[in-house]
Structure formats: structure tokens, C-alpha cells
T-cell receptor, first 111, second 115 residues
Framework: GQQLNQSPQSMFIQEGEDVSMNCTSS?????WLWYKQDPGEGPVLLIA?????ELTSNGRLTAQFGITRKDSFLNISASIPSDVGIYFC???????????FGQGTELSVKP | EAGVAQSPRYKIIEKRQSVAFWCNPI?????LYWYQQILGQGPKLLIQ??????VDDSQLPKDRFSAERLKGVDSTLKIQPAKLEDSAVYLC????WGGGEETQYFGPGTRLLVL
């Protein structure tokens, strides 16, 4: 079945540093989504990407939909302590289809 | 606007016991999803409802898991009997009409520990 490989698995960074994480798949997706999950909560959508090559920003977050439709990356600039959490990529092949989630990248930010 | 509500938030049971989880989606959302999230993994879809009909239950272990959404609003997910490997967070999500480009809103989840 479809699988997403997300890396790195975890990151420990200093406040103010930039962060980059990515997601790759052996299958193509037509929609890429990035979620953040805080401890004890459900995932919250950060950015949605609908077209190959698309680059979208949401505040300090920037995400890109890979041109091959098999990958996506998320950048966080000037990290702050509240960026701590687990970031998930998710792919969707067609409308009404099910979301496939990556394994998550756990981000820790040291003040 | 109230978010997706789930209860209970935590549950500890012994293997072979039964357990049920409840979800109340965002008002007006036609589509409801149940996900299983095992520690260290991303959520995996168990079942998707469109109003009170099942759209996708291909990953639901039907020998022990069941779910219903009788009136097209609230939903319950049941496990009977539970196994150790069912220990996970069970997330409920809802969306307006279930289109692929739609945002799914997640509840806080129910944390299940099977001993």
C-alpha cells in the first residue's frame, strides 16, 4: 500500500534556528498536507498543497509540493519554544480518498 | 465554534474486555473519521462515514472493531474483545462534506491502554 517516509524522526534545535523536514513516497499524491500535533491533542492542519511545484507559506512556515508529486518538505524559520511538537506529513491521492500519514518528526526547541 | 468532542479521554482495560469510545463532530459536518494512532506513528484511518453511511472501512479489523453513526451525527467505536496491540490513541475527525481537499478537524483523542 501507499507509505510515506518522513525524516528526520526527531530534531533538537536551539531557539532561533531554522528547521527543515521532508516526506517522500514511492507513490504519487495529488495533495500534500502538513499537520502539527501537541501532546495530548489531535493533529492540527498547518499547510495544504494542491499542485506540483507549489510553494506555500503560513507565517514562519513554508512548505513545497515536490515536482515529481512524490515528496514534500516543510521549513520553519526562526524557531520558538511553542514550535515544539510532532509534525506529520500526509498525502491524499484523490478527492474523497483516505489520508496517508508519515511517521512524524518530533521537534524539540531549547530556549 | 465548538470543536470535535471525544470521550473518555483515557481508558485502561484488561485484554479480552470490551471498550467503547464516543465522538461528537463539529456541527454540520457530514463526514466523520476514526483513526488509530499507535505510539510513534502517524494516524491510520479505521473507518470513514458520510452522514450515517460507511464510505471506507477497509482498514477496520472487523472481527473485533465496530463503529456506528446511527443518526448521522455522533459516532461510537467499539472494540470487543480488546488485545494488547490495540493500545493506542483513537482520534475522531470531521469535515464538512468529505472532499479530498477539505480540512479534517481532529478531536483530542482517547488514549487506550490494554493490560
Amino acid at each position: 500500500g501507499q507509505q510515506l517516509n518522513q525524516s528526520p524522526q526527531s530534531m533538537f534545535i536551539q531557539e532561533g534556528e531554522d528547521v527543515s523536514m521532508n516526506c517522500t513516497s514511492s507513490s504519487i499524491f495529488n495533495t500534500w498536507l502538513w499537520y502539527k500535533q501537541d501532546p495530548g491533542e489531535g493533529p492540527v492542519l498547518l499547510i495544504a498543497l494542491y499542485k506540483a511545484g507549489e510553494l506555500t507559506s503560513n507565517g514562519r512556515l513554508t512548505a513545497q509540493f515536490g515536482i515529481t508529486r512524490k515528496d514534500s518538505f516543510l521549513n520553519i524559520s526562526a524557531s520558538i519554544p511553542s514550535d515544539v511538537g510532532i509534525y506529520f506529513c500526509a498525502g491524499l491521492y484523490n478527492q474523497g480518498g483516505k489520508l496517508i500519514f508519515g511517521q512524524g518528526t518530533e521537534l524539540s526547541v531549547k530556549p | 465554534e465548538a470543536g470535535v468532542a471525544q470521550s473518555p479521554r483515557y481508558k485502561i482495560i484488561e485484554k479480552r474486555q470490551s471498550v467503547a469510545f464516543w465522538c461528537n463532530p463539529i456541527s454540520g459536518h457530514a463526514t466523520l473519521y476514526w483513526y488509530q494512532q499507535i505510539l510513534g506513528q502517524g494516524p491510520k484511518l479505521l473507518i470513514q462515514f458520510q452522514n450515517n453511511g460507511v464510505v471506507d472501512d477497509s482498514q477496520l479489523p472487523k472481527d473485533r472493531f465496530s463503529a456506528e453513526r446511527l443518526k448521522g451525527v455522533d459516532s461510537t467505536l467499539k472494540i470487543q474483545p480488546a488485545k494488547l496491540e490495540d493500545s493506542a490513541v483513537y482520534l475522531c475527525a470531521s469535515s464538512l462534506w468529505g472532499g479530498g481537499e477539505e480540512t479534517q478537524y481532529f478531536g483530542p483523542g482517547t488514549r487506550l491502554l490494554v493490560l
